[in-house]
């Protein structure tokens, strides 16, 4: 993922009002399931040129408190699950370093 952005720009940039700040940032994904729960995705690129995924979330809670808690729960353990995982993914594996 070390592509050289061309005029200053990734080929994934959106390059509008959005990349700045030293920042490049894509279009937006969107990931709309049923109206019940949505997941917007932003790729970024930093001043250092690391590069980091921004995931924001919605979910449809129940409407009690308690299923609602019962959710959450469920929701952060998946989230913290998904969210080392992908940054394990990230970590170069003994012996395959400058692969
Ligand atoms: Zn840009």
Redesign the pocket.
Known sequence: MNRR?RD???DW???DHR??LG???SDEIVVDVAGLSRAVLVRV?TASGREHAEVRVRVALASSDLAARRQLVGLLGDLRHAVTRAALTAQPRPGRAGR
């Open positions: 952005p200053g720009h990734t940039c959106g390059q990349c700045g920042e490049h940032r690129r």
